[in-house]
């Protein structure tokens, strides 16, 4: 049975390339919002770290109406770090949307959630968007679209795809980009043309599998999936089972069904199959589980998720001033929510560390990780970092690393620069394109090679560079290579900061510290631009004499404090070093507070060495 009154799609590009826009102007236009209502942009980007960064960090579900045909739509983040949030919702769909940058054309994202989408046998509109951009390539895009399309083997149908040109933030759209587009209605007609309707037999048992977890403090844990055959019922009894674990199914019963219309969930009193529906009453629902009916326990087949390529250890805070600004600082309270994320995010894996205060956590990559870290500050949480290592995999016998496939846009006059600073941290250069006055750039180069490179090409570009990265395999180790060229200041006592004490150590090299602010012995006030750590003493206070007063440190001059972000403090902590992570604070530290003690270390490191 074809449901002829509705389609499943989700809309999957690289990121920036439009897709949240693209959304807003979809529910405009499908009669979402009532006349004059006063609406944001990107209205589904909802969670406060996706506003602040300007990124889609969680697959999300709306939908709208057209011509009495619903159109259930999945908006899915266009980071490299999040594709696991794009992997499990395509199982919810029939078709994508493929957005493709009107200038910058397909990026490494881009291959990689199309790769997915063709894999599951999904058919493609490619929307080439922001057509409106004055150094958009439209002639071009087309070719290099299809050129994507038959590297990843695609089938003589989806080579056929069709093409259209939009302005996500105009809100129009158009099949031929010589004639301007009025509004949306070509990608409306062509979502019902071309995605196919879903099919299942509504009086067959229930089955239907879960891609998506939320969470309800008033109904608590609310599954979100796409019905594949049957009907699911308000009250129903239903068994919940999974084809990948082994366990014996378990019974619970649906207290309430909900699906997505706008904005909102409306609550029903039953869905039939193809419905993407949210669900609550089983409390004890993940990812990956199939609900079933009780007379037919038939698990489905969940997307093997790509597994995580990097992993950070995150302990106990055991600063000195541990406990002084988080509400949970135990590792009781670390483990349940680290533990407690494995049930949303299926492409994080957490394991016991080395002592029963530690916890390595996997994930994707350094943004994946914030992402997390910030999330646990912002709710309470105190805890310690270190700097992300690699995960390494032994291949018919020989050691491998995971590698990633950088993709660059530079003027050209930062071009050698770029090219010696890449290839003394073993890149390997795969393509070169000149496009105006830029060069694409497109790199092989080991994850790990690229930590702390980020804020370094920003720097030797201007801010006018453009870097993206995507997992690409793994491939044998490439040997050491020396990626941190600086050294640390650390202070060298516990107290607060003063003009006199900072005045006399920036002269070292950029601090991160301003006056009275409380500082201990071993954290990281500064960085000393050349290689090695600096004790400084930034609590220094002038003894005062007959001839001396307080007054006279008002005529020092203090160069303003650069206070590194989460994101740089992961990038620039070297293998000695943490990060303190608190509700109110991110603070450096050495992972030996004491000097002498420190001291020691390193020259019993350096002994052993030699």
Known sequence: MKRTDLRNIAIIAHVDHGKTTLVDALLKQGGVYRENQEVTTCVMDSNDQERERGITILAKNTAVHYKGVKINIVDTPGHADFGGEVERVLKMVNGVILLVDAAEGPMPQTRFVLEHALALNHRVIVVVNKIDRPDARLDEIEDEVLELLMELDATDEQLDSPFLYCSGRDGTATRDYHEPGKDLTPLFETILDYIPAPEGDETAPLQALVSCIDYNSFVGRIGIGRIERGTMKQNQEISICNYHSGEAPHRAKIVSIYQFDGLNRVQVPEAKAGDIVAFSGAEDINIGDTVCSTAAVEPLEFVKISEPTME??????????????????????????????????????????????SFRVAGRGEMHLSVLIESMRREGYELTCSNPTVLYRE???QKCEPMELVTIDVPEEYMGTVMEKLGSRKGELQDMQLRGTRERLIYRIPTRCLFGYRSEFMTATRGEGIINSVFDGYAPYRGNVTMRFTGSLVASETGETTSYGLYYSQDRGPLFVGPSVPVYEGMIVGRNPKPGDIAVNVCKKKHLTAVRSTGADEALTLITPHQPSLEEAIEMIADDELIEVTPKSIRLRKRILSTPLRLKAEAARKNKES
């Open 395 to 397: 291949i018919d016998g």
């Open 312 to 357: 950070m250890t995150f302990s106990v805070n055991d600063s000195p001033f541990a406990g002084k600004e988080g509400k949970f600082v135990t590792s009781r309270h670390l483990r349940d929510r680290l533990y407690r994320e494995l049930l949303r995010d299926v492409s994080l894996r957490v394991s016991d560390g080395d002592t029963t205060d």
